[in-house]
Nanobody, 114 residues
């Protein structure tokens, strides 16, 4: 059974940094075969794509709203993907979700507030 588990969310002040993680398990093939994505969602709004990374980690793409502040990465030996978030803003407050195709994690809450 494919499973994605996010962690690392929390409360951070504006301008601060946070790193969230996603551990994957149960994939049919080795983790490095799969491109992965991060999304986020605010209550009452549609889920928003944040960033994507290729299976080998060589290619990353970002939403305009986070480009230059967030960095997506992965450690295929650990079946883990990361999202390093710097210069955080109150509008980054959301539940952050890990995704591969139709599989979603339960999310981790990130709150940016003073």
């Amino acid at each position: 059974q494919v499973q994605l588990v996010e962690s690392g969310g929390g409360l951070v002040q504006p301008g601060g940094s946070l790193r969230v993680s996603c551990v994957a398990s149960g994939f049919t093939f080795t983790f490095s075969v799969y491109a992965m994505k991060w999304y986020r969602q605010v209550p009452g709004k549609e889920r928003e794509w944040v960033a994507s990374i290729s299976g080998d980690g060589a290619t990353a793409t970002y939403a305009v709203s986070v480009k230059g502040r967030f960095t997506i990465s992965r450690d295929n030996a650990k079946n883990t993907m990361y999202l390093q978030m710097n210069s955080l803003k109150p509008e980054d407050t959301a539940v952050y979700y890990c995704n591969r195709e139709t599989t979603w994690g339960r999310g981790t809450q990130v709150t940016v507030s003073s």
